[in-house]
C-alpha cells in the first residue's frame, strides 16, 4: 500500500517537474545554477505544497517568518530582609545581659513592613538571690527566649553624606507588635513596642540601631506585676 | 559546664553572624552580574531619584526614546541604570511610562483593588488573639483556587493562665463578595492542639489533640497589598476524656496578598 502511495507520488511529482519549470527548487535539483527567484508566485507555492513532504527535497531558502520571543529577564526583587542582631537586654530583676536574635522582615510599602523577631539572652541572679545565696531559678530556666511579629512604619527618611561622594539612604522606623516569652519556666504573652534607625551603606545591607520595650505580666517573684524588658541592638541586615 | 555550653551558644551565634556577612558580600557581585530588563521612555522623559521613596530628590533625568536598564525592584521602586552608567531609582507610576523592546507596555503590579479581588497567595499576621480565655498569636498563609475558594494554614501560640500551647490549622475559606472591599468569609478544617498546662498540686502532662473548626469572618481593603482580617473560629478539640472540649477563638489582624 505504502509503495503504491510513494509511486504514484512520484509519478505525480515527475509530472510537475515537467510542466512547473519555473520553480526554484526543482531546477536546482536538475543542476539548472541560475539565480533562484526572489519570491515564487503564490500558484507555484500551493502546487508545492500539495505534494507529499517526505518525497520533495528539502526547500533552498525556507521562510522566516517565525516571530522573536524576546525572554523578558526577571526583576530581582529585594523586599525581603533578613539579619540578626547583638545587643543588651535589661531583664526586669535579673540585670543586664547580652542578646542575640535574628529577625525577618518584608517591606510592603516603602512606609510599611511587617517584621518578626526571635532572640535570646540569659539572665543573671536577682539581688535577692546575691545577697541570700538561694536560687530562685534553675540555670536552664534563666533563658530567657523571645519571639515577636510585628508591623513597623518609615519615617523621616533620608540620607546620610559620607564625605564628598558617597551618600547612603537611612530611615527611622517605629513597630509594635506581639509575641511570646519563654523565661523562668514559663511563657507568656509579649507585646513588644520600640524605634529604631537604619543606614543602608548599599541597597542591599542595612545597619540597624534600635530600642524595644517587651512588656509582659509576671508572677515570678511572688506578685504579679508587668515586667518591662528594655533591649538596645545593633544589627545586620541584608535584603534580598 | 553551664558555662562552657554558653560560651559555645555564643560562638555559634558569632558565627552564624560571620556567615551572613560573607553570604552578603557575596550576594553584591553576584547580582551585578545578572542580565538586566532594557526599557524605554515614551514619557517626554524618566525621573530619577537618589532613594526609593517618594521624598528623595530627583537628580538625573532620562529623555525619551533612551533605554534604561532594570537592575532590581524594592517595594513600589524600580532601581535603573542609563546607558552612560547613572544609577537611580524610579517609580513604579513612572515606570508605566515606558515600553520594552517587543513594544509592550511595562507593567508592574503594585496592588489595588482588582488584585485583591483575584490573586494567588496571602498571607497575614494576627495581633489580637483570644483563643478560649487565653492570649494568642498566630499567623497565616493562604493559596487560592479561584477569587472565592482558599486553603489555609494558621499556626499560632496561645499563652493563658492555666495553660499554654500551639495550634495548627488547615482548612477551607469561602470568600463571599471577593470583589467587595469589605467581605465576609466562612472557614472550615481541620487541626491539631498542643496543650502545655501549667503546674498545679497534681502537674497533668503535656498532650496533643486533634481538632475541627468552623468559623467566619470579615476582610476590609485597606491600600495596594493591604487588608485588615478579623474572624472568629469554633474549635472543637477532640479529648480522649469524658467530653470534647470546644473553644472559642476571636483573632484580628493584618494581611496582605502577592
Not at chain 1, 536577682?126 to 523571645?146: G, H, P, V
Not at chain 2, 507593567?107 to 483563643?131: I, K, M
Not at chain 2, 468552623?214 to 469524658?242: A, D, P
Request: aromatic letters at 14%.
Amino acid at each position: 500500500m505504502e509503495i503504491r502511495l510513494r509511486i504514484l507520488l512520484l509519478t505525480g511529482l515527475l509530472a510537475l517537474s515537467g510542466s512547473l519549470s519555473g520553480c526554484a527548487t526543482l531546477r536546482h535539483l536538475f543542476g539548472h545554477e541560475e539565480a533562484p527567484a526572489p519570491t515564487p508566485a503564490p500558484a507555484d507555492e500551493g502546487a508545492s505544497t500539495d505534494r507529499a513532504d517526505d518525497s520533495s527535497p528539502p526547500r533552498v531558502i525556507e521562510p522566516e517568518v517565525e516571530r522573536r520571543n524576546i525572554k523578558v529577564p526577571r526583576i530581582k526583587s529585594q523586599d525581603i530582609e533578613l539579619g540578626g542582631y547583638i545587643g543588651t537586654l535589661n531583664i526586669e530583676d535579673f540585670g543586664a545581659h547580652r542578646v542575640f536574635g535574628v529577625q525577618l522582615a518584608y517591606h510592603v510599602t516603602e512606609d510599611f513592613f511587617f517584621q518578626a523577631e526571635a532572640g535570646r539572652s540569659k539572665a543573671g541572679r536577682t539581688s535577692f538571690e546575691t545577697l541570700s545565696n538561694i536560687s530562685l531559678l534553675t540555670d536552664n530556666e534563666r533563658w530567657f527566649k523571645y519571639y515577636d511579629m510585628s508591623v513597623g512604619y518609615n519615617f523621616l527618611p533620608g540620607e546620610v553624606f559620607l564625605g564628598r561622594n558617597h551618600a547612603m539612604t537611612s530611615s527611622f522606623y517605629i513597630l509594635a507588635g506581639v509575641g511570646s516569652t519563654d523565661f523562668g519556666g514559663d511563657s507568656k504573652f509579649t507585646g513588644n513596642f520600640g524605634a529604631g534607625y537604619k543606614i543602608l551603606p548599599t541597597d542591599w545591607l542595612a545597619v540597624h540601631v534600635a530600642v524595644e520595650d517587651r512588656v509582659f505580666n509576671t508572677d515570678l517573684l511572688g506578685v504579679n506585676k508587668l515586667a518591662s524588658n528594655l533591649e538596645a541592638h545593633l544589627g545586620l541586615t541584608v535584603f534580598f | 559546664m553551664t558555662r562552657q555550653w554558653q560560651r559555645s551558644t555564643s560562638a555559634s551565634w558569632a558565627t552564624s553572624f560571620l556567615v551572613l556577612l560573607v553570604l552578603s558580600a557575596l550576594a553584591g557581585p553576584a547580582a551585578r552580574a545578572a542580565q538586566y530588563l532594557q526599557v524605554f521612555v515614551t514619557a517626554p522623559y524618566l525621573e530619577m531619584h537618589t532613594g526609593p521613596g517618594r521624598g528623595y530628590p530627583v537628580f538625573n533625568v532620562v529623555d525619551r526614546d533612551a533605554s534604561v536598564d532594570v537592575l532590581k525592584r524594592y517595594t513600589d521602586w524600580f532601581k535603573v541604570r542609563t546607558a552612560r552608567g547613572v544609577e537611580g531609582w524610579v517609580s513604579a507610576h513612572d515606570m508605566e511610562q515606558t515600553v520594552l523592546a517587543d513594544g509592550t507596555h511595562f507593567h508592574y503590579d503594585t496592588g489595588d483593588l482588582a488584585a485583591y479581588t483575584s490573586h494567588r497567595f496571602e498571607a497575614g499576621a494576627f495581633f489580637y488573639g483570644d483563643y478560649g480565655g487565653a492570649s494568642a498569636v498566630s499567623v497565616y498563609g493562604a493559596v487560592f483556587a479561584n477569587p472565592n475558594l482558599s486553603a489555609e494554614l494558621s499556626v499560632g501560640e496561645f499563652l493563658g493562665s492555666a495553660s499554654n500551647g500551639t495550634t495548627f490549622d488547615l482548612g477551607l475559606a469561602h470568600i463571599f463578595y471577593p470583589q467587595a472591599r469589605l467581605a465576609p468569609f466562612v472557614m472550615i478544617g481541620t487541626g491539631v492542639v498542643h496543650t502545655e498546662p501549667k503546674a498545679t498540686l497534681v502537674q497533668p502532662d503535656d498532650r496533643t489533640e486533634q481538632s475541627a473548626y468552623v468559623g467566619g469572618g470579615l476582610r476590609y481593603y485597606l491600600t495596594r497589598r493591604f487588608f485588615l482580617r478579623g474572624e472568629f473560629k469554633e474549635h472543637i478539640i477532640f479529648t480522649n476524656r469524658n467530653q470534647n472540649e470546644q473553644v472559642d477563638e476571636w483573632k484580628f489582624g493584618f494581611a496582605f496578598f502577592f
